[in-house]
């Protein structure tokens, strides 16, 4: 592999859409052990998702994304696009997810109103940072 295709591989890491899911949350202070953190479902659920459909977007697991008393919580962020929080997820919202993961990533701009949204994706908790300009 040539210096110049590990740089491609890299920018198109660093540009690439990103879903980040946080896998530990729980809708239950009473989390049963040995069970998977209902934020760790749902990213499986995701990811299953996307080996059936031909969305780009990358799907990263975090920790924490600091909104843990809103169960359960993922951000999409992209360069030069807002970025989405959305929380108070079920774990069954996988589909809408990548719903809006694949308009997200289709936009010029990743400005996509509230119309727009998927249908499950419109009743729960949203925030919409904009992109800083560099
Ligand atoms: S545990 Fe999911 S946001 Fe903190």
Redo the contacts with the bound molecule.
Sequence with gaps: MTWKNILLILFNLMTKPTLFI?Q??CFSEEHPEGQPAD?AILLERVKAGQAESSNEIRVQRVA?????DR???VAFTAPNKPTYLFSTLATECAPDLLEFAEKYTQSKTGNLSYQQFPEGLKEVAIAKIPYMKL
Excluded: E, K, T
């Design positions: 946080c530990s949350c934020g924490c994304l600091w909104a843990c169960p359960c919580v």
